[in-house]
């Protein structure tokens, strides 16, 4: 025994030397100088719906939420998954060395009740709004709300709505909203000069003046309406709980339209003795009331109408005005002369299609009474000499003058010869043998035989 003690303290310092060795290298290097193996660690990924929800594993919350890869020891672990809202989930996993784990969760909300007892002057039946859907009207309870804060939307016709906030837990019994609404409206009063005009509200018809209502605080477009008068149209605003006034509004009576026309055309009319203008049929307006609208016209009797116009009419009248004139017909033989009145040219005359040889009625209206010259003229007539003839004719008040065939000799016919002679005058016949018999002057007959004539040509009716 004593020998072995012996030996071991001769061994001793080489002992602690190797240990105080040990204590002064680095963990990570053995005696020999060799660097030992690194761990094999796990992967661990962790996923939850929905998203974001904390990771708590091993004793402590890890910085990552989901979906979150991580490495981890190999071992056992449970792992608790936490999202504000829902109820928390627990997960048993073991991850082996090098293995890649996944860890899925589901959450489930949170959900709870609330109780909205609202009151509108004390009385149930207050509508309520949630995330812009109307749920129902108090008292009522909604439930499967989500945990944590919400807002609710109160509102009644007639009283001013309220947002309220609540926070809702997983808890009995209930929160409850109990918000008393207060009154929205004001009082409205409306009259117009005249009254009973038509009252639209917002587009809607109210009544008619004088009116009064309760309406909602707010902005409001008014129109007040009555036949006759222009649509008064302005914008008011009214104030819970004060007295908003639209007194003696003044309506703007709308012009009457009056459409003057004359027969004959072209008069000048007067309106109560002020000039109008020419009667066209255009609207003249005029404001309401009595006027005497009267029509003039050379050569015609005035004539006069007396009318009442009341705001927004369209009234039509025709004033027939009564000739002071006579007037003249004339008939010509030939037709196709030119007619002149007392030297001034009315027309020409138009063949009669019953009796082509003299011309139809010429109708000259309007001629002052008293004595004219009727005169035609054609270019081709050999008598009377100088080709015109001019006679004289009265005219009398309202009546017609007739001047029957007034005459002029023009030649109808030309007639060309085989030896180049022509001759003009007016046809009469033919014989049987197509000898042509005609007049070449006034009272005088001839006849050309067939074989004398190379042509026989039709002269124009009218003047060349």
């Known amino acids: 025994m004593k020998s072995f003690l012996r030996n071991m303290m001769k061994a001793l310092p080489g002992v602690l030397f190797c240990a105080a060795l040990v204590c002064v290298l680095p963990a990570a290097v053995s005696c020999s100088g060799k660097k030992p193996p690194a761990p094999v660690r796990a992967k661990a990924v962790f996923w939850t719906e929905p998203e974001g929800a904390s990771i708590f594993i ?9 979906p979150a890869e991580v490495a981890i020891t190999p071992g056992v672990y449970v792992v608790k998954f936490t999202k504000e809202g829902y109820f928390p989930q627990w997960k048993r996993a073991e991850f082996k060395k090098g293995a890649s784990v996944s860890v899925e969760a589901s959450l489930v909300p949170v959900h709870a009740s609330l109780l909205v007892a609202a009151r509108a002057d004390g009385k149930f039946g207050v509508q309520v709004h949630y995330k812009n859907k109307l749920l129902g009207e108090t008292p009522l309870v909604l439930r499967d709300l989500p945990a944590g804060k919400g807002e609710v939307l109160l509102s009644k016709k007639g009283y001013a709505s309220r947002r309220v906030s609540f926070t809702v837990e997983d808890s009995l019994p209930p929160p409850a909203v109990t918000t008393e609404l207060a009154t929205n409206r004001g009082e409205l009063f409306i009259s117009s000069t005249p009254s009973g005009a038509e009252v639209v509200i917002n587009g809607e018809i109210a009544g008619h003046t004088p009116f009064k209502s309760q309406p909602e605080e707010g902005r409001y477009k008014l129109e007040l309406k009555r036949n006759g008068y222009r649509v008064h149209t302005q914008e008011f605003d009214v104030t819970r709980g004060q007295e908003t006034k639209l007194a003696d509004v003044k309506l703007v009576p709308l012009p009457a339209k009056l459409f003057v026309k004359t027969s004959p055309r072209g008069a000048k009319i007067f309106i109560n003795d002020e000039p109008g203008g020419e009667a066209s049929g255009r609207a003249i307006e005029l404001a309401p009331g009595e006027y005497t609208v009267r029509a003039e016209k050379e050569g015609f009797d005035d004539c006069t109408e007396k009318i009442v116009l009341q705001g927004g009419d369209e009234k039509h009248i025709t004033l027939k005005l009564d000739t002071v004139m006579g007037a003249l017909e004339v008939v010509t033989r030939p037709a196709g002369t030119a007619v002149f009145l007392d030297g001034k040219l009315i027309g020409r005359s138009k063949p009669d299609p019953a009796n082509p040889k003299i011309s139809e009625v010429l109708r000259i209206p309007n001629i002052r009474q ?95």
């Open 370 to 464: 008293g004595e004219h010259t009727i005169t035609i003229t054609h270019k081709r007539a050999k008598f009377p000499k100088g080709g015109k003839r001019t006679v004289k004719v009265n005219v009398e008040k309202g009546k017609t003058a007739r001047v029957d065939q007034i005459e002029l000799w023009v030649p109808d016919v030309k007639i060309l010869l085989k030896d180049g002679r022509v001759e003009e005058g007016r046809f009469l016949y033919y014989h049987a043998d197509k000898s042509i018999h005609y007049q070449p002057r006034p009272g005088m007959g001839v006849t050309i035989r067939k074989e004398l004539i190379r042509s026989v040509e039709k002269l124009p009716v009218e003047d060349e």
């Open 58 to 66: 091993a004793g402590k919350t890890l910085k990552k939420v989901t």
